[in-house]
């Protein structure tokens, strides 16, 4: 019994909210009361039947454009796994919230209407969702009730898609027919499309394995918090509060501290009151180390074997995400990596993804809103990164601006440059 | 599938990744703010929020003070049990206090039969967190809770007049959270967002933690009111159609009593509320808050004034 992240990505019209709405509703999640009102809100629409994608617009605005604005989180659960669900808005104008919703996420669905296929907002979606390292997508070929249930349709737009992301890092590309509106294969096969041998989509959600690359890399936890209780129980206690971002932790192992570079043995690994032989990826822990060391928030306890490298610059591929100001090179930001805050500078716009074509144009001179590009960044103090196909958690980063203090980016590392890394204890 | 298979099968589901997710945030507030407070109320939420802490922290105590925006509209029970929790965890308790502000003619009461103090608690709690510089109030609001609420980011930024702007959230990607604020502005830390109210039922139920003795079954004298089971009490007159009987009841929220209905039920041990809620068909704000029914967007109206 496990958690499953999900993000839904889908341009306006091609039913994403009412997907999501039929997968709570089918699946037995939606409560009586929640159901009257949005009955009622979808009599006050003129509508005659229930509009379920009254359940997942939440905002005054939303309900009145009949769009999705921002991201929504939605739960629910079957007897096989629990479902966290980032329901983001389809418009180009909102891509920066499709990639926060996708950035938790494990799994990606991605809809189209049956009847226009794979449209430039796929391929959008599409780009983003291998960008942000989603290994799992679903394309739901949605409203087969608009294309009588035509298996020919299916097919077509099944093929147009496998040749889509045949380039794209995508390791399981699952292509499923259904019809929100009626429910059709949604929870329950339905009967419409005898031709499709494969499951429904709760079905699919239920059973597939999403493993996590970061658990098998080398140990990256991030310090951040000092834990220094000062009663005479804990007198000489110190302990270092953190997560552990990839890798595993094992008490007697030897680990490196960073930036200091030492190395230096794990004495302890607590959590509230009990002491653990080891920990793993995802847990919140505080690891009692064998030597006096200065240790801070912004430090990181490596693998000793596997350290990461003190990167002062590396490249990157950026979301710009600032609606007031674009991105130049040479402005000067704070980077928010991990625990770890430091100053950097974009130094230079490398090139511009054209996310409908997957072509990438060299130099532009600047990054506006909803633009994704490969840039290259240098720090003033390094930062300790892994590429984010190795570990996502320590691969990525955001760019704050110092005068509004706005976030204005998103980024995920590329290539770290090695000859810019400060050697361990240099 | 029937929702007492779904108990079953989902039991202790997620629990340990829910839990890591909220200690992760609680420290990172501690690192990222000067002056942060933790919002108790004495409810169910918050007092999941005091026992994250408690870990996030431990063996060190953790380094902030709680605080609690008082109606004076109380359960007498939760006040007690509020004390009790404070001076166990040895935590300070900061009281903003509405009929305080009333008395010193801040605010004005509403008058009638349906009068509350809901809507007062923003401007006092607005006060209080300037008064004190706090710049973090982690609170225990759920995304599953109300659609505005879904809507709402972990670290949610107030400008200074302590207002939510739905369309214009910060983006937040990963498990990067911007703390960055000047003098006057703070932030909302939601460390239960992704929580549901089973979890929090089942939190409580894995850790043995004591919840105010409301939230279980009892005798108690009530009135109907809008579909609502309310408590008589001096706060709350009866309309004159409006007759008292007494019920086998529990509360599923607690907040003020003047707007928290009681549900019928003989849940008496936690294991027998754990398994109502796994399968209720209705929502916990449905069933027993009466301040979300003026409209639609009741919740969204008040948060972007600066309510929880």
Known sequence: MDLLRISTAGSVDDGKSTLIGRLLYDSKQVFEDTMVSIQRASSAQGLDEVNLALLTDGLRAEREQGITIDVAYRYFATPKRKFIIADSPGHVQYTRNMVTGASTTQLALILVDARKGVIEQTRRHTAIVSLLGIRHAVLCVNKMDLVDWSEARFREIEAEYRALTSGLHLDNVTILPMAAVTGENVVERGEHMPWFSGPSLLHFLEEVDVPDPARHAGLRFPVQNVLRPQVDEFHDYRGYAGTVMAGEVRVGEEVTVLPLGVRTRVAAIDRFQESLPAAGSGEAIAIRLADDLDVGRGSMIVDAAQPALMAKRFTADLCWMSESVTLRPRQQYWIKHTTRRVRCMVESIDDRLDVTNYERQAAPSELVLNDIGRVTVKLLEPIFPDPYTVSRDTGSFILIDPNTRHTVAAGMVREIDAESAVRAGG | ?308
């Open chain 2, 1 to 308: 599938m029937t929702s007492l298979e779904l108990l079953h099968a989902t039991a202790d589901a997620g629990l340990e990744d829910l839990e890591a997710e909220s200690i992760y945030i609680m420290r990172e507030v501690a690192a990222e703010f000067e002056r942060p407070v933790l919002l108790f109320s004495g409810g169910k939420d918050s007092i999941v929020l005091l026992r994250l802490a408690e870990k996030a922290f431990w063996p060190a105590k953790f380094p902030f003070p709680v605080m609690h925006v008082d109606t004076g509209h109380n359960f007498p029970e939760v006040i007690e049990f509020r004390d009790r929790r404070v001076e166990q965890l040895g935590a300070t308790l900061v009281v903003a206090s509405v009929p305080a502000a009333i008395e010193r003619g801040e605010l004005v009461e509403e008058r009638g039969p349906r009068a509350s103090r809901n809507r007062l608690q923003t401007p006092v709690l607005l006060e209080a967190i300037a008064a004190n510089q706090f710049d973090a109030a982690i609170g225990g609001a759920r995304r599953d809770e109300e659609k505005a609420r879904a809507k709402e980011r972990v670290f949610s930024f107030r400008d200074e007049f302590g207002q939510w702007d739905p369309r214009n959230q910060r983006p937040e990607l990963w498990h990067l959270f911007n703390g960055m604020h000047v003098r006057g502005e703070h932030m909302r830390v939601f460390p239960l967002s992704n929580w549901t109210e089973l979890d929090v039922w089942r939190y409580i139920e894995r850790e043995c933690i004591e919840v105010p003795s409301i939230y279980f079954a009892h005798e108690r004298e009530v009135f109907e009111r809008d579909g609502m089971l309310m408590a008589v009490s001096e706060y709350l007159p009866l309309l004159p159609q409006e007759k008292a009987f007494m019920a086998s009841v529990r509360y599923r929220t607690v907040g003020d009593m003047t707007c928290t209905a009681a549900v019928r039920s003989t849940a008496t041990a936690l294991q027998d509320v754990v398994a109502e809620i796994a399968t209720t068909r209705i929502t916990e704000r449905g069933q027993s808050r009466a301040d979300d029914q003026f409209s639609e967007a009741a919740m969204e109206d008040r948060k972007r004034e600066g309510y929880f």
